[in-house]
């Protein structure tokens, strides 16, 4: 095969489901975030090992993602939408039986004229300044929207992968005060606020990239394994250099092996001279610029010449390729590109 194999496993996904919702007490219902495409997993199959898991609630950040995840799931599971009730969504929302989380007095109104019948969820901004009614605005249409039993009301934490920081209490003072005898299931806290302990967990946590064996859930199973096929090897020269610009020059005859994935596949531009890839547990630098297709390396450490080299691996997670990266992990996942060949392992789903 010219394209690299995406290996994702239904059962670490699920075996971490399991661990976040072991962290809170039976009075808290854990719920999981899918959107993104499952964070860029397919979020049919990792819908579906959830559900087998015990996931019953499910999050997509639009309408059109809650479509996939009803066809994977059917009828039966709550489907929500963090960015509301926009317009041209009625029929979706309608039709296949999705919450819309509501953001303004606009998407109220909206929903209450459009779907009268049909659930709904608010959304309270108490600090991260992003999404979700004001304080003064929940106030303004509190009585109204209470009466009609929201499904849940929720906020999002903005710094809880900090757990110093000043801001997680103010916002959970703030969001206690907003919704002090609603009588309504709450949700504030996802991966990072499940981890910052009972009183961020409410009603209903939401778990999302601890799902998929990144940061801050550190005793997380790793869920994926990315193999390169190797479509190359060779030698360069002392002197030689490898790749554009010849960012990179031989300091003694080096063999190296090219893979078929680049930049066009979410392996950022910016690793250029920052990653390694790995193969039977040997470190392989790779050498030069990480171009759209091909990326070369150092495979001067094996015995042999490999088949593949791997980007994630038991070695190399997600967040290690990150921090390579000056970025997060969950950037690492979405950008996993349409060209991998996805294979599923595990039972779940």
């Not at 926009?86 to 953001?103: K, S, V």
């Not at 997600?318 to 992990?329: L, M, N, R």
């Amino acid at each position: 095969m010219g394209t690299g194999q995406l290996t994702i496993d239904l059962d670490a996904i699920a075996a971490n489901w399991t661990a976040l919702d072991a962290l809170s007490g039976s009075g808290t219902e854990t719920g999981a975030v899918v959107k993104a495409n499952g964070y860029g997993l397919g979020a049919g199959r990792v819908a579906r090992a959830l559900a087998h898991a015990g996931a019953r609630r499910f999050f997509v950040a639009q309408a059109e993602e809650g479509s996939a995840i009803r066809n994977a799931l059917g009828r039966g599971p709550e489907i929500y939408v963090f960015s509301g009730h926009m317009r041209g969504d009625t029929d979706m929302l309608g039709d296949l039986e999705l919450i819309p989380m509501l953001n303004s007095i606009d998407q109220l109104t909206r929903h209450l004229e459009a779907l009268p019948q049909s659930p709904f969820g608010i959304q309270l901004d108490t600090g991260m300044n992003r999404l979700g009614m004001e304080p003064g605005e929940w106030t303004a249409v509190r009585d109204v929207a209470v009466p009609r039993k929201p499904r849940l009301i929720m906020s999002h934490l903005a710094s809880a992968d900090e757990p110093e920081s000043p801001q997680n209490k103010a916002q959970v003072q703030l969001f206690r005060e907003l919704t002090s005898g609603c009588g309504i299931p709450r949700s504030l806290g996802a991966t990072g606020g499940i981890l910052l302990g009972a009183d961020y967990h409410f009603e209903l946590t939401r778990p999302g990239i601890g799902l998929y064996g990144g940061l801050p859930f550190r005793d997380a199973r790793q869920a994926v394994q990315l193999d390169l096929p190797v479509i190359q090897t060779g030698v360069v020269l002392k002197g030689e250099s490898v790749g554009y610009n010849a960012t990179w020059q031989a300091p003694v005859d080096t063999p190296t092996a090219t893979v078929g994935a680049g930049y066009a596949d979410g392996i950022l531009r910016g690793l250029s001279g920052k990653l390694s890839l790995w193969a039977d547990g040997v470190e392989c630098p790779v050498l030069g610029r990480v171009s759209m297709d091909l990326i070369v390396a150092d495979i001067s450490g094996l015995s042999h010449e490999p088949r593949v080299l791997s980007l994630l691996c038991p070695e190399q997670g997600i967040d290690a390729v990150a921090a390579a990266a000056d970025t997060i992990g969950y950037e690492i996942l979405t950008a996993l590109g349409p060209r991998y060949a996805r294979r599923y392992s595990g039972r779940a789903g």
